[in-house]
């Protein structure tokens, strides 16, 4: 699925991976962080998005027992070191469709890697927030977006607004109004370790929502679904790719392409994925 890089390209990169790579209060754990990445995966590219460059892994098995290992204890799966079917489908959409993107607000929901995210600003997206729950997505997603010149933003100001699924209106039985959190001067490129799920649109401020491959849990797919067709009835543009998963949407939403993505046999017992890209209906 990957074309891996050469060590002397890896290194030159080494200077603008530490520019973006944010201060904060736990910036010593956070340099563990990127450390442990740059020893587990190496700059590559996905088979569909060859424009943009990501740090990649070859078999989640022995990379999940080292995240467990060095956090010493239980992690979840490192989503964020493959270049799964469906954020390979949605970065591929944006770069030939800047058009849906340009001077938009946007969320890459589950971002992983951050592969939509990056493509969104590379198509030229105003703002653009990769939303995962893991920390370590996080940083990966900072050093993804060094490997293709582009920064992160950062502000202590920046707060994002959590989420509720189950509760989409506040107690008086009206749609919650937040502030609207990507308005005035937030352009570019944020990261979010947050559940996001049940905010409100007005409270993201987003005009597109990118999810890639979000519908593979029984429990969180009805959940996410929900809340990606409130935002799509509150006026957002809300694209869901699907690489067949069992608990997908099977109605209210435009089928606009279809994609064969190439996979590693190691995430998917199969060496590629039939995958749909869907606009999805309030």
Do not use: K
């Not at 890089?5 to 990127?34: I, W």
């Not at 990056?118 to 996080?138: E, I, K, S």
């Not at 543009?237 to 994609?259: C, H, K, N, Q, S």
Request: hydrophobic share 45%; with cysteine.
């Amino acid at each position: 699925m990957t074309q891996r890089r050469g060590a002397d390209d890896a290194h030159g990169t080494e200077m603008a991976e530490a520019a973006a790579t944010p201060a904060a209060d736990g910036e010593e754990a956070d340099a563990e962080a990127v450390a442990f990445v740059r020893r587990h995966a190496q700059p590559g590219r996905a088979a569909l998005v060859p424009e943009l460059q990501l740090y990649l892994a070859e078999a989640v098995v022995p990379l999940w027992e080292a995240t467990e290992r060095w956090a010493a204890g239980p992690q979840p799966p490192p989503f964020w070191a493959f270049a799964w079917p469906g954020s390979q489908v949605l970065a591929r959409w944006v770069l030939d469709q800047p058009a849906l993107v340009q001077h938009q607000r946007v969320l890459d929901l589950g971002a992983g890697s951050g592969l939509a995210a990056l493509a969104a600003l590379r198509a030229g997206a105003r703002a653009v927030v990769a939303n995962d729950l893991d920390p370590l997505a996080g940083t990966v997603q900072r050093l993804n977006a060094a490997l293709n010149g582009l920064a992160v933003c950062r502000s202590p100001a920046l707060r994002p607004p959590t989420g509720d699924a189950g509760s989409l209106t506040d107690d008086t039985g009206s749609a919650t109004d937040d502030a609207g959190w990507l308005t005035g001067d937030a352009d570019g490129l944020w990261i979010v370790c947050a559940d996001l799920v049940g905010t409100m649109r007005a409270g993201l401020g987003v005009d597109v929502v990118l999810a890639g491959d979000v519908c593979y849990d029984r429990q969180q797919a009805p959940r996410i679904t929900t809340w990606l067709r409130h935002l799509a009835a509150a006026g957002a543009y809300v694209l869901l790719a699907d690489p067949g998963r069992t608990y997908a949407p099977r109605d209210g939403f435009e089928l606009l392409a279809t994609f064969e993505v190439p996979t590693l046999p190691d995430l998917e017992s199969a060496p590629s994925r039939t995958t749909r890209l869907l606009h999805l209906h309030g």
